[in-house]
């Protein structure tokens, strides 16, 4: 009887050991570009508030009579149609100076170059930055339409880890949101996204070299604070 017992344990403990166990569960394959691309599209339409910082290489202009030459940005986006920032720009090859503006809706004001009051915004100050934020011609419609999508790698954005993608866009697409200041075919667009949040961190568009334009545009665009409370209110 015992040798019986003893030999039903040993087959028990046979069969464990020979797929009786638990199976482990295998590791999903990890998302694709274009998948990750849609999600930060989403990420961008669901949310109401970011800070944004803007550094631009190349001519580009803020006005339409091309005199006042944008280096940098920095500011807070609220939707609806909010925007405070402040521009660092040069006028004329001038050093560069400082201007605030802030955008509700249709209604605009910036600060005066002399007086640094602030005042309604010239009518030839063409560039609304509010347009960043916006749900057809904003940053996350070009992030969800740019083409050929591929994956360069993981990088890290203040300790996230985060995809680089890197694609293409047509320049028609990409006009609203640089007031039509990029020219060319096609402007190169790399990404990097938070792995955890789908959030876009940082976007590098770049014109081709094309003749007759020495130094083409470069825009590097960083976004954070993703919906943290902000107020924008006019001025005046």
């Known amino acids: ?5 003893l030999a039903s344990v040993l087959v028990l403990l046979s069969a464990c050991g020979t797929g009786g166990g638990t199976k482990e569960t295998p590791t999903p394959p990890p998302p694709s570009a274009q998948e990750i691309l849609t999600a930060a599209s989403q990420r961008l339409a669901q949310t109401q508030t970011v ?4 550094d631009v ?10 005199t006042m030459q944008l280096i940098s940005a920095a500011g807070d986006l609220e939707r609806p149609g909010k925007v405070s920032v402040q521009f660092k720009i040069k ?7 400082s201007i605030q503006m802030i955008t509700i809706g249709d209604k605009a004001w910036t600060t005066d170059l002399l007086s640094g009051k602030w005042q309604p915004a010239p009518k030839e100050f063409g560039y609304n930055p509010s347009v960043l934020f916006d749900t057809k011609d904003g940053l996350g419609p070009v992030v969800g339409g740019i083409q050929n999508p591929r994956m360069v790698g993981t990088e890290s954005v203040n300790g996230t880890p985060a995809y680089h993608i890197r694609g293409t866009v047509p320049a028609a697409m990409i006009g609203p949101l640089t ?7 096609p402007i190169t667009v790399d990404v990097l996204i938070g792995k955890e949040k789908n959030e876009l961190l940082q976007a590098t568009l770049k014109e081709p070299q094309q003749a007759g334009k020495k130094q083409p545009a470069v825009w590097t665009l960083s976004v954070s604070d993703y919906d ?3 107020s924008i209110e006019a001025p005046v």
């Open 51 to 54: 800070h944004f910082t803007l």
């Open 179 to 185: 007031d039509g200041t990029m020219t060319g075919n």
């Open 228 to 230: 943290k409370k902000v």
């Open 57 to 66: 290489q190349g001519q580009t202009y803020i006005d339409d009579a091309r």
């Open 1 to 5: 009887m015992l040798m019986a017992t």
């Open 91 to 97: 006028i004329l090859g001038a050093p560069t100076i």
